[in-house]
């Protein structure tokens, strides 16, 4: 803090006074260990200040006030079933969060090696995601990747700030959110449906159809000329 003043009275056209407010922004990030859901993070700071502006901050000091603030995280749980609504092995996931540039920025991803069929995503905030399923079990079709928003209100004003609501709002593919507030999670079931997926446009099966098909044309030219002949021999 003596340290920001210092720096104030360096500036050219800042002049320190008794009535002067200076404002001290500080920044914390959460861990791993981060409790998820409504009972938050908490975080209180204090400011020690010197009251002996003639002794290099040094001395007689005060204290300001307790700012208490509370930080809360979440996290999506997704299972994966198959359309019995049984769990479904052998799938793999990845969830992406969008950036300030609208860009999407991988957050975590699973692999089919992990053998999971409920895939956790923990230590998310507020924002838009997408989530991708990198790897299909075998004769399913892969699903269409899930875009969705992660909503939360809070009582910001409160003195022990509280966690008011938490959704999941699905803006593409097939994906419904519940959500558990004190938990602080949404969970939705993926379903993979049986079946292949039609090639798309210039795949193998595309190619296929195209060889068979000119086959077909030229097997009736050969046919057509050949009746041509013989009605002309005839007459």
């Known amino acids: 803090m003596r340290k920001t003043c210092e720096n104030l009275k360096d500036i050219k056209g800042v002049t320190l006074t008794k009535d002067t407010k200076v404002v001290v922004t500080y920044s914390a990030t959460l861990n791993d260990k981060a409790a998820i859901g409504a009972a938050g993070n908490p975080n209180e700071v204090t400011l020690t200040y010197s009251n002996n502006p003639n002794n290099g901050g040094e001395g007689e000091t005060g204290t300001t006030p307790k700012d208490k603030n509370i930080v809360f995280t979440y996290k999506v749980v997704v299972e994966k079933v198959d359309e019995a609504q049984k769990p479904l092995a052998g799938a793999a996931?990845?969830?992406?969060?969008?950036?300030?540039?609208?860009?999407y920025e991988v957050v975590k991803s699973f692999t089919v090696e992990d053998k999971k069929t409920t895939f956790e995503f923990t230590g998310l905030d507020d924002g838009d995601y997408k989530l991708t399923e990198t790897t299909t079990p075998a004769g399913y079709n892969t699903i269409t990747p899930v875009e969705f928003t992660i909503s939360a209100t809070h009582d910001e004003a409160a003195d022990e700030p509280t966690l008011l609501t938490l959704s999941g709002d699905k803006k593409t593919g097939e994906a419904?959110?519940?959500a558990d507030m004190d938990a602080g999670s949404l969970t939705t079931d993926i379903v993979n449906k049986k079946g292949s997926s039609l090639p798309s446009t210039g795949g193998r099966g595309t190619t296929m159809i195209y060889i068979i098909g000119a086959a077909l044309v030229i097997m009736a030219g050969v046919v057509l000329a050949m009746r041509k002949k013989m009605n002309s021999k005839e007459s």
């Open 176 to 178: 419904t959110f519940t």
């Open 93 to 103: 996931f990845e969830l992406a969060k969008k950036n300030s540039k609208g860009d």
